[in-house]
């Protein structure tokens, strides 16, 4: 393609005319010819149902279907805004933040109705399109002529997108075409998505991981997108092979849960060759090269901004690349120096963890972010002095290289020394029975912190079968006192709708969860004993004792 395109339109209507595969579920096949006319038809139909001037916010509640990879193309030829709906919210916070974004059309089905009952999100019944209704196609107009609105610019806004939610309340993060499209030339190039490869989409298309790193790159190259209603770890081997996929992308727990899965001496026979996520340690990206024969490639960014660090393949494998530009640097959020380089150890932890670890900014980067929709107190708190704050903590090494240091809350004082959660959890993924792993901070009753660890492990498994004890003793990086003073264990950890665990809720129930919880109360190495209810009330007593029950939440 010779001339770079500006918007998401122009990228569909390039494909008129492609008669290759770009669009497969277990069903049918759609070439991109077939997708890009499909799309045009949707396009028509939100042209004559839009009533009024105003930006038209269409929401689209639906698994990973055919319908709303189509009717992300109307929206771009239409200059309309897709608001992906989180199916895993609920309730009085589903209808909050879906109210929240001004919706003028809601595209669902009949499962999505059912979630939707009872709610009141600004959207008149009238205005639902249900796509596995009989008279869905009636209201379809024959396939016009493919045709980008003349409104449609790189400025006008395609999506917005929910933040996952791990850190405080969801917030709808603003993308226009042309970022998108920005995003698509990128992401094509990092993650090499050629016209021969076969993406198999398995992250939530409501999620910017789905649409940012895999649907507008493969729009771009003319690759074959291939769906599967929801993420099963299961089958996901099964759906690879199926397809012939060469490419995916994963994000939070996702990869844990293939991993998870019983090896098999042919787990190797298979198409894939890459992917894309975030989240996974070094060790995961071995053992799944190991497994599976593919390269996954691990990234730095959000919904709100990407394209800050780039990927640097022969550096230290658990650092996430180079900045892109200068403009990227650690600082010290309350003096806005640029923190010196970390002191490492011989097991890459760091010494100087207070001078060296600070916050992410991208001091050129104002100007790029897109903003939240309605949401001026958290648009301020992403753009201070000029520069953009990405609210995630950092290092640079010796060398020059960045590593993610958690997000904001995740370093947790231990007796006047700070202690990395993330290396806990990383620590505590390597074993072969942890499926998921979150760490943070619980207060301790006298002070300071102490660290609580929250492990997800297979049915079939106890607690006491991990034989962790000795696991967490083993580990040379795990340092004195990073080891885990509670242990909250579960079959199924709480997760966002992207798979990410919900740190802040977890934090939140500490150790009065109502999964079982085990503590270490004494000194020298780990050892655990289940905590009792009289355990916790005795515990709570000496919170009073030392006047800091205030500290419980």
């Known amino acids: ?150 409104s449609v610019t790189a400025a006008t806004r395609m999506l917005l997108l929910f933040t996952s939610g791990t850190t405080g309340a969801s917030k709808a993060a603003i993308c226009s075409q042309g970022r998108l499209v920005g995003l698509a030339y990128q992401n094509t190039a990092k993650y090499r998505i050629g016209r021969d490869d076969v993406c198999y989409c398995c992250m939530p298309l409501f999620h910017g991981n789905a649409l940012m790193a895999l649907w507008a790159p493969a ?124 002191k490492l150890d011989e097991h890459g932890r760091v010494l100087n963890a207070e001078l060296a670890i600070g916050e992410i900014v991208n001091t050129e980067g104002a100007a790029k972010f897109e903003g939240y929709y309605k949401n001026p107190a958290a648009n301020a708190e992403r753009v201070r002095h000029g520069w953009y704050w990405t609210g995630d903590l950092g290092y640079v090494d010796p060398a020059g290289y960045f590593y993610f240091a958690g997000r904001s809350g995740d370093w947790i004082r231990v007796d006047g020394e700070n202690i990395s959660a993330l290396l806990t959890e990383r620590i505590l993924r390597r074993h072969p029975d942890v499926v998921a792993a979150g760490v943070f901070a619980v207060p301790d009753p006298r002070s300071g912190d102490q660290v609580m660890a929250a492990v997800e492990i297979p049915e079939r498994m106890s607690f006491e079968g991990l034989g962790l004890p000795d696991f967490l003793t083993a580990q040379e990086d795990l340092g004195a006192k990073g080891a885990p003073r509670y242990i909250r264990v579960s079959h199924r950890l709480p997760t966002t709708g992207s798979n990410k665990l919900r740190k802040k809720e977890m934090q939140a129930d500490g150790w009065r969860t109502t999964d079982d919880v085990y503590w270490w109360a004494g000194r020298g190495e780990p050892s655990y004993e289940p905590m009792t209810a009289a355990d916790k009330v005795s515990l709570r007593e000496q919170f009073a004792a030392n006047g800091r029950l205030r500290f419980l939440p």
């Open 1 to 150: 393609m010779s001339q770079r395109r500006e918007t998401i339109a122009d990228l569909l209507l390039d494909r008129l005319g492609d008669h290759r595969p770009g669009l497969r579920s277990r069903e049918r096949t759609w070439t991109w010819d077939e997708v890009v006319r499909d799309s045009a038809a949707r396009a028509g139909l939100l042209r004559r149902l839009r009533d009024d001037d105003r930006p038209f916010h269409v929401g689209i509640l639906l698994d990973n279907v055919p319908e709303f990879i189509l009717w992300l193309g109307a929206a771009a030829l239409s200059g309309a805004t897709v608001v992906g709906i989180n199916p895993t919210r609920r309730g009085a916070y589903l209808e909050e933040e879906v109210r929240n974004t001004d919706l003028q059309l809601v595209v669902t089905d009949a499962a999505g109705l059912e979630i939707l009952d009872g709610l009141d999100i600004g959207v008149a019944r009238d205005r639902f399109l249900l796509v596995d209704s009989a008279e869905y196609a009636e209201q379809l107009p024959n396939r016009p002529e493919p045709a980008k609105d003349p």
């Open 219 to 342: 729009l771009l190259a003319g690759a074959c997108v291939v769906l599967t209603p929801k993420f099963t770890a299961s089958g996901f081997l099964a759906d690879v092979r199926h397809y012939g996929a060469t490419y995916f992308t994963y994000v939070g727990k996702a990869l844990g849960y293939i991993l998870g899965q019983p090896e098999r001496p042919d787990d190797a026979d298979n198409t894939l060759t890459h992917g894309f996520g975030t989240e996974a340690s070094p060790e995961d990206q071995a053992e799944f090269k190991r497994r599976f024969a593919a390269t996954l490639y691990e990234g730095y960014g959000s919904s709100e901004g990407a394209g800050m660090i780039n990927q640097a393949p022969d550096g230290p494998p658990a650092a996430l690349g180079v900045p892109a530009h200068a403009g990227v640097r650690v600082v010290n959020p309350e003096t806005r120096e640029t923190c010196p380089p970390a």
